[in-house]
């Protein structure tokens, strides 16, 4: 751990010319290993292409690995490498918004490298080691090794428990570092307010997983009193990108190759806007090569500040690529645009645009507290001027309820007939 942590650190701090040298050499080992090891890549690799391969640039002639791929080749064992079972890794499981299960095994030492990713993650967001971490998850955080040590003290807040619950586990806990998805830790932030409980003994606030409103951040940010970093990570890849000091975030070039398959097919590495493929560099039991993780990004030069991280910068995590709406000539379009007239509104706390049928959308917010009443019709005729041949309604909600993985969908398509599986359907509107 404390030499997977060592070396996360060490090429951190390199530039970037340096961390894509570190890529090179760990992708190329791994490409190898996955080709001699992993009966999946064995049958689909072009051996020409594995013994060709010098850098990210050279993935572009290989296989693309969907999540439907992921989900067959691994209930079948396809994806293990050899001598790995299922009694010598661990399984992580996450069902993502598309609804596709899918298992990753990894082995004790992929383990100790995530733990050393994640704790450096930390680190890097400014975590002592007097800090009382609270994690709002659903299942509790596997037991750090230097919680025994008496440092980096965990506490699970079980946000599959009732929010009463939550609220003691979090007092129970007293943290001063959370981590969590931004709406969970909302909903507490909310529920002690209620109980007019002051708590301003946490220092920052990790989020993941999913935007906020910037009227819902501020106010969680506001009632801590606390500062706002955030990781772009998934249970598949760990984490692939961080915040700086300056707030931006940086992709973690020694760790992860990330590519970006734009929609005209073209594929870049680090750079411009698409859908984001991924491959984690350090995963002996279940390599995953050129994952369609299912989110569009928008990736642009490093053109930041800070001085401590030198890699290029996530600007944007546009959405998962299958919120597509359609429009009433059943045309299909990335909604996340919607979005932005409805969040600038601040009397929104939190907003969801929901399509039950082509050609329509209801839009649901969350209002502050003694919000004008006309706030609805603006927010509609702000959508309008974006969309103006949908059919839009707005709707005031108490709440907007969490997918069972925890999240929130910000652009949910719910009539599944017209939703046929994203990935097939990208290909076919490419061509
Ligand atoms: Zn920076």
């Given at each position: 751990?404390?030499?997977?942590?060592?070396?996360?650190?060490?090429?951190?701090?390199?530039?970037?010319?340096?961390?894509?040298?570190?890529?090179?050499?760990?992708?190329?080992?791994?490409?190898?290993?996955?080709?001699?090891?992993?009966?999946?890549?064995?049958?689909?690799?072009?051996?020409?292409?594995?013994?060709?391969?010098?850098?990210?640039?050279?993935?572009?002639?290989?296989?693309?690995?969907?999540?439907?791929?992921?989900?067959?080749?691994?209930?079948?064992?396809?994806?293990?490498?050899?001598?790995?079972?299922?009694?010598?890794?661990?399984?992580?499981?996450?069902?993502?918004?598309?609804?596709?299960?899918?298992?990753?095994?990894?082995?004790?030492?992929?383990?100790?490298?995530?733990?050393?990713?994640?704790?450096?993650?930390?680190?890097?967001?400014?975590?002592?080691?007097?800090?009382?971490?609270?994690?709002?998850?659903?299942?509790?955080?596997?037991?750090?090794?230097?919680?025994?040590?008496?440092?980096?003290?965990?506490?699970?807040?079980?946000?599959?428990?009732?929010?009463?619950?939550?609220?003691?586990?979090?007092?129970?806990?007293?943290?001063?570092?959370?981590?969590?998805?931004?709406?969970?830790?909302?909903?507490?932030?909310?529920?002690?307010?209620?109980?007019?409980?002051?708590?301003?003994?946490?220092?920052?606030?990790?989020?993941?997983?999913?935007?906020?409103?910037?009227?819902?951040?501020?106010?969680?940010?506001?009632?801590?009193?606390?500062?706002?970093?955030?990781?772009?990570?998934?249970?598949?890849?760990?984490?692939?990108?961080?915040?700086?000091?300056?707030?931006?975030?940086?992709?973690?070039?020694?760790?992860?190759?990330?590519?970006?398959?734009?929609?005209?097919?073209?594929?870049?590495?680090?750079?411009?806007?698409?859908?984001?493929?991924?491959?984690?560099?350090?995963?002996?039991?279940?390599?995953?090569?050129?994952?369609?993780?299912?989110d569009r990004v928008r990736i642009g030069p490093n053109?930041?500040?800070?001085?401590?991280?030198?890699?290029?910068?996530?600007?944007?995590?546009?959405?998962?690529?299958?919120?597509?709406?359609?429009?009433?000539?059943?045309?299909?379009?990335?909604?996340?645009?919607?979005?932005?007239?409805?969040?600038?509104?601040?009397?929104?706390?939190?907003?969801?645009?929901?399509?039950?049928?082509?050609?329509?959308?209801?839009?649901?917010?969350?209002?502050?507290?003694?919000?004008?009443?006309?706030?609805?019709?603006?927010?509609?005729?702000?959508?309008?001027?974006?969309?103006?041949?949908?059919?839009?309604?707005?709707?005031?909600?108490?709440?907007?309820?969490?997918?069972?993985?925890?999240?929130?969908?910000?652009?949910?398509?719910?009539?599944?007939?017209?939703?046929?599986?994203?990935?097939?359907?990208?290909?076919?509107?490419?061509?």
């Amino acid at each position: 751990m404390a030499y997977h942590l060592a070396r996360i650190r060490r090429r951190e701090h390199l530039g970037h010319a340096e961390q894509l040298q570190v890529q090179a050499r760990l992708l190329r080992a791994l490409v190898r290993h996955a080709y001699e090891n992993v009966p999946y890549y064995r049958r689909l690799l072009d051996p020409a292409l594995v013994e060709r391969l010098r850098s990210a640039r050279d993935l572009a002639g290989m296989p693309v690995l969907d999540r439907m791929d992921l989900h067959e080749a691994a209930a079948g064992g396809e994806l293990l490498a050899t001598a790995f079972t299922s009694e010598n890794t661990r399984a992580g499981t996450t069902s993502g918004s598309s609804g596709i299960p899918i298992t990753i095994r990894n082995s004790e030492r992929d383990l100790g490298y995530l733990r050393a990713s994640y704790l450096q993650d930390m680190l890097a967001n400014g975590l002592r080691p007097t800090d009382r971490i609270a994690y709002f998850r659903v299942n509790p955080f596997l037991r750090h090794p230097l919680e025994r040590l008496g440092v980096l003290r965990n506490f699970h807040v079980p946000t599959g428990q009732s929010l009463d619950e939550q609220v003691a586990a979090f007092l129970a806990a007293r943290p001063t570092f959370l981590i969590g998805f931004p709406n969970v830790i909302r909903s507490v932030v909310d529920e002690l307010q209620r109980r007019g409980i002051e708590y301003p003994s946490v220092r920052t606030v990790l989020f993941g997983g999913e935007r906020l409103t910037p009227t819902a951040r501020a106010h969680i940010l506001d009632y801590f009193r606390a500062t706002h970093r955030e990781v772009y990570a998934s249970v598949e890849v760990f984490t692939i990108a961080r915040t700086c000091p300056e707030g931006k975030m940086h992709l973690r070039s020694a760790d992860v190759v990330v590519e970006v398959e734009h929609d005209d097919g073209t594929v870049s590495v680090e750079d411009g806007e698409g859908e984001i493929l991924v491959t984690r560099l350090h995963s002996e039991a279940m390599p995953l090569i050129r994952y369609r993780l299912g989110d569009r990004v928008r990736i642009g030069p490093n053109d930041c500040s800070c001085g401590v991280a030198r890699t290029p910068i996530v600007r944007e995590v546009i959405g998962r690529s299958e919120d597509r709406i359609a429009g009433a000539d059943g045309r299909r379009f990335y909604g996340d645009f919607i979005t932005f007239p409805v969040q600038s509104f601040p009397e929104v706390n939190r907003m969801q645009v929901i399509q039950h049928r082509p050609g329509t959308l209801e839009i649901r917010v969350v209002l502050v507290h003694g919000a004008r009443p006309d706030v609805t019709a603006d927010i509609r005729d702000a959508v309008l001027r974006r969309v103006p041949d949908q059919e839009v309604t707005v709707l005031q909600v108490p709440q907007i309820a969490p997918e069972p993985n925890g999240k929130i969908k910000i652009v949910k398509v719910l009539d599944p007939s017209r939703d046929p599986a994203p990935t097939e359907e990208g290909k076919a509107a490419d061509v």
